[in-house]
């Protein structure tokens, strides 16, 4: 008999490893925070002794949910401009509101808000792009969350940096200070290449090929962005980002809705991943990107929620909903998007997004013990003949019960053990009324 320090056992498991689709019964054996085993109640039971046991009876066990794109501090500007196209709502209200209110304090506050919505939602990771990535950074450890945090490049002055020299310097800084805690990995994060120029996207090639690590960018998100970069450039943004070598494996484009074949199909050979964010895509009428598509191409898919201000919640499960939904009505083809594939979207194929998927993603020996626990025993979850359509087409963060980072309960029975919910909204209404909670279109 084998000890280990927690045993999670639940009425159904999902791996999501790519071998077995559900284990009834279920559980897993986690010590010094890694995943040991993962096997049925009764061949845990057989081979494990734990310090502790956490029984769910009637929940399902999968892995955490990974939010592959979001702007976590911008969960303070929830519900401010809503209503309008994408170009309106950030260049006539957000970029303003964020020159005038965005601190390190803002940043802070923001990130704790949106941690705290996310782990009721069972997400375990995030992968940010805002300013102060250093204070992200720390607001992730202090609350034992996961991110992988972006080095913000942007060619004009910010609040962050001044020029791209500033943003460059700060962005090493950031690297050499956190990227090496279990906790924390990093990903240049260039905004766009309608807001950096092509000389300072060359920099990001060569610092990124230097430090080893990926590319996170906002690309073809809108039919304007296309058509007016193809007008300055005359060429489209996918187009110059591969002639600068950044269409490979270490490239995570968000959104990605206007692309027409070859670009599909060029993405899926270069091993690049999507980050597909449909409900701020439908709220901004951007449009909807091609995720079937994509998918048969071969283009590792992850989901994200964009920032709090323009979807306006952080739920993956919303988002998972969404994305099955709306890539049916789209391919004209109910199998498109089945439930089991987008659980993969939100789990495995966002740890790989991130280059991640060695160490979480999924419920496999020596992995971290990242998980999230659905109670599937309510109203609207009952009966339940297939768990996983059930947690895709039903479920909502209200059924999340549980969360584990590393092996350690960050939420339990539903209530968050490393972040003081009282305090956090709190501060959020702080800065609400400072620069007032009105749409101000």
């Keep these: 008999?084998?000890?280990?320090?927690?045993?999670?056992?639940?009425?159904?498991?999902?791996?999501?490893?790519?071998?077995?689709?559900?284990?009834?019964?279920?559980?897993?054996?986690?010590?010094?925070?890694?995943?040991?085993?993962?096997?049925?109640?009764?061949?845990?039971?057989?081979?494990?002794?734990?310090?502790?046991?956490?029984?769910?009876?009637?929940a399902l066990l999968t892995p955490g949910f990974i939010n592959a794109h979001t702007h976590a501090a911008m969960a303070l500007f929830r519900g401010i401009a809503d209503d309008l196209p994408l170009d309106t709502w950030l260049n006539q209200h957000i970029w303003p509101l964020e020159a005038q209110h965005v601190t390190p304090d803002f940043v802070r506050d923001g990130t704790r808000l949106a941690m705290a919505e996310m782990l009721r939602g069972g997400i375990t990771c995030f992968n940010d792009m805002y300013f102060f990535p250093d204070v992200v950074a720390e607001a992730v450890i202090e609350a034992r969350m996961r991110a992988s945090i972006g080095l913000i490049v942007i060619d004009f002055p910010t609040v962050w940096a001044d020029d791209?020299?500033?943003?460059?310097?700060?962005?090493?800084?950031?690297?050499?200070?956190?990227?090496?805690?279990?906790?924390?990995?990093?990903?240049?994060?260039?905004?766009?290449?309608?807001?950096?120029?092509?000389?300072?996207l060359a920099r990001v090639r060569v610092q990124a090929d230097q430090l080893d690590i990926g590319v996170h960018t906002h690309l073809h998100e809108t039919a304007a962005e296309v058509a007016n970069h193809v007008a300055d450039r005359d060429e489209r943004p996918f187009s110059q980002l591969?002639?600068?070598?950044?269409?490979?494996?270490?490239?995570?484009?968000?959104?990605?809705?206007h692309i027409d074949e070859d670009e599909i199909a060029r993405a899926g050979a270069s091993g690049m991943s999507v980050v597909h964010c449909p409900e701020s895509n439908l709220k901004l009428a951007s449009g909807m990107a091609p995720v079937t598509a994509l998918v048969e191409?071969?283009?590792?898919?992850?989901?994200?929620?964009?920032g709090a201000a323009s979807n306006n919640d952080l739920s993956l499960l919303g988002e998972m909903r969404t994305a099955a939904l709306l890539a049916k009505a789209q391919s004209g083809n109910a199998r498109s998007l089945p439930a089991e594939t987008v659980l993969e979207m939100a789990t495995i194929n966002?740890?790989?997004?991130?280059?991640?998927?060695?160490?979480?993603?999924?419920?496999e020996a020596g992995k971290w013990a990242d998980m999230a626990c659905i109670e599937l025993d309510r109203p609207h979850t009952t009966p339940c003949p297939d768990p996983l359509s059930t947690l895709v087409y039903a479920a909502g963060n209200g059924d999340?019960?549980?969360?584990?980072?590393?092996?350690?309960?960050?939420?339990?029975?539903?209530?968050?053990?490393?972040?003081?919910?009282?305090?956090?909204?709190?501060?959020?209404?702080?800065?609400?009324?400072?620069?007032?909670?009105?749409?101000?279109?």
């Design 164 to 200: 791209p020299d500033g943003y460059l310097k700060k962005a090493v800084a950031v690297y050499d200070s956190h990227a090496r805690h279990p906790l924390v990995s990093c990903q240049f994060a260039p905004h766009s290449p309608y807001a950096v120029s092509e000389e300072t």
């Design 350 to 363: 966002g740890a790989r997004a991130l280059g991640i998927d060695a160490d979480t993603g999924s419920l």
């Design 1 to 58: 008999m084998q000890t280990c320090d927690l045993i999670l056992a639940a009425r159904w498991v999902a791996p999501v490893d790519g071998r077995q689709r559900l284990i009834e019964n279920g559980a897993v054996a986690i010590d010094g925070g890694r995943i040991a085993a993962v096997d049925s109640q009764a061949a845990i039971s057989a081979q494990w002794e734990a310090r502790k046991r956490v029984d769910r009876p009637s």
């Design 400 to 441: 999340v019960s549980d969360v584990w980072v590393a092996g350690r309960a960050v939420l339990e029975q539903r209530k968050l053990v490393t972040i003081d919910e009282d305090a956090v909204l709190a501060r959020a209404r702080d800065w609400a009324a400072r620069f007032g909670t009105q749409n101000t279109a």
């Design 242 to 257: 591969d002639r600068q070598g950044f269409v490979n494996q270490t490239l995570l484009a968000a959104h990605m809705v």
């Design 297 to 306: 191409a071969g283009v590792n898919v992850a989901l994200g929620t964009d």
